[in-house]
C-alpha cells in the first residue's frame, strides 16, 4: 500500500481568501434577506471549517432560493462548487463552501435543533451577523 505524501494534500486557503469567502457568504444572505444570521468562528475549535453560518427564511420558498443563489455567487465569485443538501424540502439546507459551512432554516426547524447552543463551546454566544462582517445585531436582518 502506498505510503500518503503529506506534499500532496490540497493547500489551506490563506486567512484573506476565507474571510473573503466569509463576507461574500454574509453579505449574499443579507441580500436575500435571511433572518437572525449568526456566525460562529470555528477557526482552532474544529477542522471542519473556519466559520459556521446559520440563519433562517420565512418559507421553505425563501430557504431554497438563498441557498440556490448562495451556491451560485460562490461559484461565480471564487470558482469553488459549494455542496448543498436538503435542498428538495428546504427546512433544513445544508452549504458546504469549505471553509464556511451554512445551515439555512425554516425559523420551527432552527428552534428545534438549536445549532447555536451545540456549537458554542461553553463561550460566548455566537455573534449576530448582519450584513457583510460579523457585528452586533441592529434589529434588522
Do not use: C
Not at 474571510?19 to 475549535?45: F, N, R, W, Y
Not at 445544508?94 to 458554542?120: C, K, Q, T
Request: hydrophobic share 40%; aromatic share 4%.
Amino acid at each position: 500500500m502506498p505510503a500518503t505524501d503529506p506534499s500532496s494534500a490540497p493547500e489551506r486557503p490563506s486567512d484573506e481568501v476565507i474571510e473573503a469567502l466569509h463576507k461574500l457568504v454574509l453579505e449574499s444572505l443579507d441580500d436575500d434577506q435571511a433572518v437572525d444570521t449568526i456566525s460562529i468562528p470555528l477557526a482552532g475549535k474544529s477542522s471542519i471549517a473556519d466559520h459556521m453560518v446559520i440563519a433562517s427564511g420565512r418559507s421553505t420558498r425563501q430557504v431554497a432560493s438563498m441557498a440556490s443563489k448562495l451556491a451560485q455567487r460562490i461559484k461565480v465569485e471564487t470558482g469553488r462548487s459549494a455542496r448543498i443538501e436538503g435542498l428538495p424540502n428546504a427546512d433544513w439546507v445544508l452549504i458546504d463552501a469549505g471553509d464556511v459551512i451554512v445551515h439555512l432554516f425554516r425559523p420551527e426547524v432552527r428552534s428545534f435543533y438549536n445549532l447555536e447552543r451545540m456549537w458554542s463551546f461553553g463561550d460566548a454566544p455566537a455573534a449576530p451577523a448582519t450584513g457583510p462582517a460579523t457585528a452586533p445585531a441592529t434589529g434588522t436582518a
